[in-house]
């Protein structure tokens, strides 16, 4: 947010933000952004005129189609878990409330649909990984006159494992996926679990009924 209130700063756009810290929370405003001083920005009011401090922490973009992210982190504030196996434990009655068909695995909380006849998709519309690691390939120096891109095309070996690649430990291993939503990866389970939750109360099967 803080970079995009800097942004705005720059090249006078109005933003369209909800606000959740005064007496009506999540109400939407356009301003106009003057000047950041640490987590705090200036910015003009369009509707009042009035230039007044806000807390960037209690403020959000506001997206059309999409429901307040701060609302939901204000109300449902669950804590740290280490492995999905306890993410599931947490989450499953909720995420069955909203319609969801839940599957799980040792790094995986999947959200699935039913087909007309009961039977559930294959494909989850969201899902929640741990991916601990992720390979990273050297970068070829293309300009060496002994440079084939033969030899450089990995094989796969051993399932997941990419021959010549560098394992390395994320530091973002949180990973959310939503089907037309795209992919978020967090350091923390429970930004995650906030993210997962969004996502399932926007895309739930229960409001398609």
């Not at 839940?102 to 991916?131: A, M, Q, R, W, Y």
């Amino acid at each position: 947010m803080k970079d995009k209130l800097g942004e705005a700063i720059d090249s006078g756009e109005i933003l369209r933000v909800r606000y959740f810290g005064e007496s009506t929370p999540g109400t939407e405003r356009d301003i106009s952004p003057v000047k950041i001083i640490n987590d705090k920005v200036r910015a003009r009011c369009m509707e009042t005129g009035a230039v007044k401090t806000f807390s960037i922490s209690k403020m959000e973009l506001a997206i059309p189609g999409e429901s307040p992210e701060l609302a939901l982190k204000q109300s449902f504030n669950p804590p740290e878990f280490i492995s999905t196996t306890e993410i599931a434990s947490y989450l499953t009655d909720s995420l069955v409330a909203l319609g969801w068909i839940v599957k799980t695995t040792d790094t995986s909380l999947t959200l699935h649909t039913p087909f007309k006849n009961g039977k559930t998709k294959k494909t989850p519309v969201i899902s929640l990984d741990f991916e601990e690691y992720e390979y990273v390939f050297p970068e070829p120096d293309m300009d060496s006159p002994d440079f084939d891109w033969n030899d450089f095309i990995p094989d796969i070996v051993e399932g997941d494992a990419l021959e010549g690649a560098e394992k390395i430990k994320r530091k973002r291993p949180w990973v959310v996926r939503a089907k037309n939503k795209g992919t978020a990866t967090y350091g923390y389970s429970k930004k995650a679990m906030i993210r997962l939750m969004k996502w399932a109360g926007e895309l739930s099967p229960s409001n398609k009924i």
